[in-house]
């Protein structure tokens, strides 16, 4: 079945430390999109990708980057310049107009800083 | 730009009881709509969308919303509420011409329903 896959679901980083989370998609989609999810502030876009080797800031680009090689990879980074990375990360993926078809998403990583 | 408002943060219910959860949203033409359900540390899964004809949509796990033109509104409704629809849900819109750069939904912050036996 296709699907969209997160890994790992947790992940612990020690203060200054990058880390790296997975998104991988099957569905064939064009465009991902990395959110962020703290209780009570719905959903915060990072960064999204509408075709490979090109990518966009979103509302809180500050601290984390990411690469689009591959259709269907989009890895986010959480680097040491983010201040408070402890949060539920999601990824989604969607045809190329998105916003007409909706998006399709994974199941999430948690990531604790310890 | 487009923006969705859901007034209601939390709600809570009986089970059996029927639900409506409200979603108004701002833009100037008519908008694609859609609903998500989040069960606790699980990922965002369609319910129901719109985009054009009947104002009423049919979606998985018995839940309906309508389109309302004159209020800006896309209201999720479930006449008889189960103990596993316990989750937060969360009311996108889309815009219609989107055959340039902008491919995004944008979200509501959620509203997060309990259910009590």
């Known amino acids: 079945d296709g699907g969209i896959t997160q890994s790992p679901k947790y992940l612990f980083r020690k203060e200054g430390q990058n880390v790296t989370l997975s998104c991988e998609q099957n569905?064939?989609?064009?465009?991902m999109y990395w959110y962020r999810q703290d209780p009570g502030q719905g959903l915060r876009l990072i960064y999204y990708s509408q075709i490979v080797n090109d990518f966009q800031k979103g509302d809180i680009a500050e601290g984390y980057s990411v690469s689009r090689e591959k259709k269907e990879s989009f890895p986010l980074t959480v680097t040491s310049a983010q201040k408070n990375p402890t949060a539920f990360y999601l990824c989604?993926?969607?045809?190329?107009?998105?916003?007409?078809?909706?998006?399709?998403f994974g199941s999430g990583t948690r990531l604790t800083v310890v | 730009a487009q923006s969705v408002t859901q007034p209601d943060i939390h709600i809570t219910v009986s089970e059996g009881a029927s639900l409506e959860l409200r979603c108004n949203y701002s833009y100037g033409a008519t908008p694609y709509l859609f609903w998500y359900v989040q069960s606790p540390g699980q990922g965002l899964q369609l319910l129901l969308k719109y985009f054009s004809g009947d104002t009423l949509v049919q979606g998985i796990k018995g839940f309906e919303a309508e389109f309302k033109r004159s209020q800006s509104s896309f209201n999720l409704r479930k006449p008889s509420v189960h103990w596993s629809d316990a989750a937060e849900y969360f009311c996108?819109?889309?815009?219609?011409?989107?055959?340039?750069?902008?491919?995004?939904?944008?979200f509501g912050k959620g509203t997060l329903l309990t259910v009590n036996p």
């Open positions: 996108a819109v889309g815009t219609r011409n989107s055959g340039g750069s902008n491919y995004k939904l944008t």
């Open positions: 569905l064939n989609h064009d465009a």
């Open positions: 989604a993926s969607s045809a190329r107009q998105g916003s007409i078809y909706g998006y399709t």
